[in-house]
């Protein structure tokens, strides 16, 4: 097996960012694994290998994958596309709180979002066991020697929560205070659990979606100040509103939070574009750059399927306007297009 299956000559590896004092670094962009764990629709092995070989070549660094995509599809993939690679100059977080287990009774297809067989379901488990558990089964589906940086997976209950923090993390903390992996924390859709993670734990690293776009900001409310004042990380995801933010001309039908976008985020979001085309930039490039921007944030992971998509979210990164992104954010805010939302 070769390392890559490009013709084209790597780029050099973006910048990194380090998570706290754990060495850890990761590159500015992320490779998010969801789609090539055939998320919402099935790609084949040789456009999910192509996706990861063109990550490579443009200076990705940093994977993220999870048990959760495609029932571990996606983890067997990224680790069969990274097996080539020096091992020291990539990062990969893969994530714990959902067993795989064979169904009772199997269905046709998934049931959860993945165009994957049925046979497989996931049990939630944010016990001390289970983490230890999903961590070993992680690195036999991934092949590698270790998962450098592990969240706990949307603890969404309070009870999922209260476990999380008793149980699931300090055991992490153990295994990364052992060696064993380089960085610990937890990833949701809610920043406000998150805060309760970076206040009662010493999780590392937060992986936060969607709360913190160039939309909507109500994580300068609690996640985000929190991991300033205690010198923690974090990695933004959904920084496209679910596609909202992803193209330049929004279209009638795009979706935000997973569903139908109302009038009135349409509306805001044609605005943001405008205002984005006057200052020379784009819509999807200011959604990065503005995660980017915030000083707890050394990442932004973005789905990507195919190689053209790779190639299409690291050109976002080159897409800065002449004058720099300030008078960007300025006129933002001038316009009130800025806000807690």
């Not at 993939?77 to 795989?100: H, I, M, T, W, Y």
Request: include cysteine; charged fraction near 25%; hydrophobic fraction near 40%.
């Amino acid at each position: 097996m070769t390392a890559s299956s490009s013709s084209s000559p790597a780029a050099q590896p973006l910048p990194t960012r380090e998570v706290r004092a754990t060495g850890v670094r990761l590159s500015t962009l992320g490779f998010g694994g969801a789609v090539i764990g055939n998320l919402y629709r099935a790609v084949d092995d040789a456009t999910a290998r192509a996706a990861v070989d063109a990550a490579w070549d443009a200076g990705i660094r940093y994977f993220d994958t999870a048990p959760h995509y495609g029932v571990g599809l996606s983890e067997r993939r990224l680790g069969e596309a990274l097996s080539g690679r020096p091992r020291d100059e990539f990062v990969v977080s893969s994530k714990v709180g959902r067993l795989l287990r064979p169904r009772d009774v199997p269905l046709e297809r998934d049931d959860d979002g993945f165009d994957v067989p049925g046979d497989l379901g996931r049990v939630r488990d944010y016990s001390r066991d289970g983490v230890l558990r999903s961590v070993e089964e992680t690195l036999e589906r991934t092949g590698l020697d270790r998962i450098d940086v592990v969240y706990v997976h949307d603890p969404d209950s309070d009870d999922e929560l209260g476990q999380t923090v008793t149980e699931a993390l300090p055991a992490l903390v153990e295994l990364r205070d052992q060696g064993v992996v380089g960085a610990v924390g937890a990833g949701m859709n809610f920043s406000g659990p998150l805060t309760r993670v970076l206040r009662e734990t010493d999780a590392d690293v937060v992986m936060l979606a969607g709360r913190y776009t160039l939309l909507e900001q109500g994580a300068l409310d609690d996640v985000l100040p929190a991991a300033v004042e205690q010198g923690r990380a974090v990695v933004a995801v959904g920084v496209f509103n679910s596609g909202l933010l992803a193209r330049q001309q929004v279209p009638d039908d795009a979706h935000w939070n997973y569903e139908q976008a109302p009038p009135h985020v349409l509306a805001r979001a044609r605005q943001l574009a405008a205002a984005c085309a006057e200052h020379g930039t784009t819509l999807p490039a200011a959604a990065v750059a503005f995660a980017l921007a915030h000083p707890a944030v050394v990442d932004v992971t973005l789905g990507m399927r195919t190689p053209e998509q790779v190639a299409r979210n690291a050109a976002l990164l080159g897409e800065e306007p002449a004058d720099g992104w300030q008078p960007l954010w300025d006129d933002l805010a001038g316009r009130g297009l800025l806000g807690r939302g």
